[in-house]
Nanobody
């Protein structure tokens, strides 16, 4: 089970750090990622990281968001800096056998955490 937290209401330019903790599994064997879904839009991949630490980001967040993981604590994080109103969405963490970039699909999802960025 994955549980995400850390969302909130912030102003444009602010930062947030999302956390996702896994229970019942060792995250170290999985690729981990963050997706988001804005109202009326499809869920999109934001960032992902494989077991070796290689990361992949959607172009719109490159240079602003950083994904990291702490396998010892079974946690994955998303540091979001320079937030923009268009980052407003429900953010979901996920776990899979490999990166979506490499053709893998998410296997497990956490519940979402709302991020709202006001202008």
């Amino acid at each position: 089970q994955l549980q995400a937290s850390g969302g909130g209401l912030v102003q444009a330019g602010d930062s947030l750090r999302l956390s996702c903790v896994a229970t019942g599994r060792a995250l170290g064997t999985y690729a981990m990622g963050w997706y988001r879904q804005a109202p009326g839009k499809q869920r999109e991949l934001v960032a992902e990281m494989n077991r070796g630490g290689s990361a992949n980001y959607v172009d719109s967040v490159k240079g602003r968001f950083t994904i990291s993981r702490d396998n010892a604590k079974n946690m994955v994080f998303l540091q979001m800096n320079g937030l923009k109103p268009e980052d407003t969405a429900v953010y979901y963490c996920e776990a899979g056998f490999g990166l979506v970039r490499d053709g893998y699909s998410p296997q497990s999802w956490g519940q979402g955490t709302q991020v709202t960025v006001s202008s």
